[in-house]
T-cell receptor, first 115, second 108 residues
Framework: DAGVIQSPRHEVTEMGQEVTLRCKPI?????LFWYRQTMMRGLELLIY????????DSGMPEDRFSAKMPNASFSTLKIQPSEPRDSAVYFC?????????????FGPGTRLTVT | QQPVQSPQAVILREGEDAVINCSSS?????VHWYRQKHGEAPVFLMI?????EQKGHEKISASFNEKKQQSSLYLTASQLSYSGTYFC?????????FGAGTRLAVHP
C-alpha cells in the first residue's frame, strides 16, 4: 500500500488567499484525522471523520477552517482566508475504527507558510 | 485533557537506557506511543489497552498502570536511530489526545 498521501507537500501563500490541502487515506481505513503541528501548540487534532461523516470538529480553530470527506478515499481541509498564524505542518492520518481508537498512519504532511 | 510527559528532553550516549513517562489526570482507557523523527510524520509504536499490560518491540517496551493513570516507555541500549520526539496519546471522547512530546537525542 502507498500509505496516506497528502498534497501539496509544501505550500507558500499570501495572507487572505484560500488554501486547500488534500488527503488520500489508506484503502480500507474508515477513520480519517486532520492534525496541525506547531512548536507552540504541539500536535493538535482539528477534525476527524468516521465512515466519511465528521464526528468531532471541536479542534477546528474558527470558521475560516472547513473540512470535507466526499468519499472514502479523499478528504480536503480548506482555509479561507488564510492568515500568518495558520503557518504550520498539517498532517492527515487514517486508521480502522471499531469503537476504539487503533493505530493511526500519518501522511508525510503539508508544510504551510502564510506570508 | 492533554497528558503530561516527562522529561521534556533527554540526551543519551549510544547504549544507554531511558524512560519516558506519560500521566493523565483522567482515567485512562488506553495509551498510544508514537515516535516522530525530525522533518517526518509521527510513526506508531504501540498501544496498551489494559491496565498492567506491557508490550515491547525490539528494545523498546512500555507499561501501563491503569490505577496510577500513567504509562512509561522504556528504551534499552539506545541506538542512534532512536533519536526523535516521542509522543504518548490518551483516548478520550473517541479521539486521541497527544502529550507535548519528549525529545530524545542519542549521540555516538
Amino acid at each position: 500500500d502507498a500509505g496516506v498521501i497528502q498534497s501539496p507537500r509544501h505550500e507558500v501563500t499570501e495572507m487572505g488567499q484560500e488554501v486547500t490541502l488534500r488527503c488520500k487515506p489508506i484503502s480500507g481505513h474508515n477513520s480519517l484525522f486532520w492534525y496541525r503541528q506547531t512548536m507552540m501548540r504541539g500536535l493538535e487534532l482539528l477534525i476527524y471523520f468516521n465512515n466519511n461523516v465528521p464526528i468531532d470538529d471541536s479542534g477546528m480553530p474558527e470558521d475560516r477552517f472547513s473540512a470535507k470527506m466526499p468519499n472514502a478515499s479523499f478528504s480536503t481541509l480548506k482555509i479561507q482566508p488564510s492568515e500568518p498564524r495558520d503557518s504550520a505542518v498539517y498532517f492527515c492520518a487514517s486508521s480502522t475504527s471499531r469503537g476504539r481508537i487503533y493505530e493511526q498512519y500519518f501522511g508525510p504532511g503539508t508544510r504551510l507558510t502564510v506570508t | 485533557q492533554q497528558p503530561v510527559q516527562s522529561p521534556q528532553a533527554v540526551i543519551l550516549r549510544e547504549g544507554e537506557d531511558a524512560v519516558i513517562n506519560c500521566s493523565s489526570s483522567k482515567a485512562l482507557y488506553s495509551v498510544h506511543w508514537y515516535r516522530q523523527k525530525h522533518g517526518e510524520a509521527p510513526v506508531f509504536l504501540m498501544i496498551l489497552l489494559k491496565g498492567g499490560e506491557q508490550k515491547g518491540h525490539e528494545k523498546i517496551s512500555a507499561s501501563f498502570n491503569e490505577k496510577k493513570q500513567q504509562s512509561s516507555l522504556y528504551l534499552t541500549a539506545s541506538q542512534l536511530s532512536y533519536s526523535g520526539t516521542y509522543f504518548c496519546g490518551t483516548e478520550g471522547a473517541r479521539r486521541l489526545i497527544f502529550g507535548a512530546g519528549t525529545r530524545l537525542a542519542v549521540h555516538p
